[in-house]
């Protein structure tokens, strides 16, 4: 293992850990590849294409790409191992997803790393776990359609000493929280999609400012 798997303690990243994220950089690169197809990577799976000519093909280019994480990567076994691990759900449904804390999934077309500007903002749906699968689909299927904003996150299976419950929590993400308009339009939609209880709005800089870190104090910029 090279020096750039080593902790400052000298001791190695523990091999779980470096081997879900190379899965879920190998996700994002399989994503990146499927939409030059105009395709994504949940339809394949729900439409029951068999990955593992696809996984062998992209392995090779990411591989060569990232060669730090394919080691780590191999470890998860051959190609038919890896469509294996997508055709259970892995990185599909949020309750079948352990590799990873979040599945995202990005609005065609929409620009890389869009949901994390600092003048970006979100909508935040928390549900319990056994309803979060079903409502991860609407959001995931209403953002590849356009008909919300520019991205969208939900909460796995994975465990995040992080969480304070064991809700889940669907992100819904604007360009921009200062548009009002489209805001309130995505607000909507979701409205559309059966999300009527009032949610809160949550703007990136406040968060990228700790302000939703301090005990007892939320920090919700629109409420509908």
């Not at 994480?69 to 055709?87: F, H, K, R, S």
């Not at 949020?94 to 599945?103: A, E, F, Q």
């Amino acid at each position: 293992m090279s020096d750039d798997c080593i902790t400052e303690s000298g001791e190695e990243i523990m091999t779980e850990e470096l081997t879900d994220l190379a899965f879920g950089m190998f996700t994002i690169f399989m994503e990146q590849q499927l939409e030059k197809e105009e395709t994504c990577l949940y339809r394949e799976v729900e439409a029951g294409t068999d990955l593992t000519a696809r996984c062998e093909t992209l392995l090779a280019a990411f591989t060569e790409e990232y060669p730090p994480l394919a080691p780590a990567l191999a470890m998860l076994g051959t190609a038919a191992d890896i469509a294996g691990l997508y055709a259970a759900g892995e990185g599909i449904v949020p309750t079948k997803t352990t590799k990873s804390y979040w599945i995202q999934q990005g609005r065609p077309g929409a620009e890389t790393g869009a949901t994390g500007a600092e003048e970006a903002g979100k909508w935040l749906i928390f549900l319990a776990p056994e309803d979060v699968d079903a409502a991860w689909q609407k959001v995931r299927n209403a953002t590849v359609a356009g008909t919300l904003g520019i991205g969208a996150k939900v909460s796995t299976a994975k465990e995040n000493e992080d969480s304070r419950d064991d809700r889940k929590v669907i992100y819904v993400f604007t360009a921009d929280w200062a548009n009002e308009e489209d805001v309130m339009r995505v607000r909507e939609e979701l409205k559309n999609l059966g999300f009527v209880d009032r949610i809160g709005y949550k703007r990136n800089l406040d968060t990228y400012a700790g302000e939703y870190r301090e005990k007892g104090k939320r920090v919700t910029y629109y409420s509908v």
